[in-house]
């Protein structure tokens, strides 16, 4: 499976993103889908998830109710909407798939990775 990330870019404190993650190869649609995302200095950390049928969701404390993440199987493809975005988002932000494990928190357990695109958040 290739992933393959978009969306990112610099944006005020209180602006809105979306990112866009696209799956090729395999059978990602029955995958369940992630966001990670890795600050300078930091170690990379769980954002958001969501189940291969997309009934379920599972968001890291810091970004609920700011971040919603969705899919559209049919375009093999998972969002992720940021709005009311900070400073402390800034982080490069990877999609990743886990292939039964539910829910996918933890970044040594995902089975794919695409690159990462980077959200820069000014103050």
């Given at each position: 499976?290739?992933?393959?990330?978009?969306?990112?870019?610099?944006?005020?404190?209180?602006?809105?993103?979306?990112?866009?993650?696209?799956?090729?190869?395999?059978?990602?649609?029955?995958?369940?889908?992630?966001?990670?995302?890795?600050?300078?200095?930091?170690?990379?950390?769980?954002?958001?998830?969501?189940?291969?049928?997309?009934?379920?969701?599972?968001?890291?404390?810091?970004?609920?109710?700011?971040?919603?993440?969705s899919r559209d199987?049919?375009?093999?493809?998972?969002y992720l909407q940021?709005?009311?975005?900070?400073?402390?988002?800034?982080?490069?932000?990877?999609c990743a798939v886990?292939?039964?494990?539910?829910?996918?928190?933890?970044?040594?357990?995902?089975?794919?990775?695409?690159?990462?695109?980077?959200?820069?958040?000014?103050?």
């Amino acid at each position: 499976v290739q992933l393959q990330a978009s969306g990112g870019g610099l944006v005020q404190a209180g602006g809105s993103l979306r990112l866009s993650c696209t799956a090729s190869g395999g059978t990602s649609s029955t995958y369940h889908m992630a966001w990670f995302r890795q600050a300078p200095g930091k170690e990379r950390e769980f954002v958001a998830a969501i189940t291969w049928r997309g009934g379920s969701t599972r968001y890291t404390d810091s970004v609920k109710g700011r971040f919603t993440i969705s899919r559209d199987n049919a375009k093999n493809t998972v969002y992720l909407q940021m709005n009311n975005l900070k400073p402390e988002d800034t982080a490069v932000y990877y999609c990743a798939v886990e292939r039964s494990i539910w829910p996918p928190v933890n970044p040594s357990g995902m089975d794919y990775w695409g690159k990462g695109t980077l959200v820069t958040v000014s103050s």
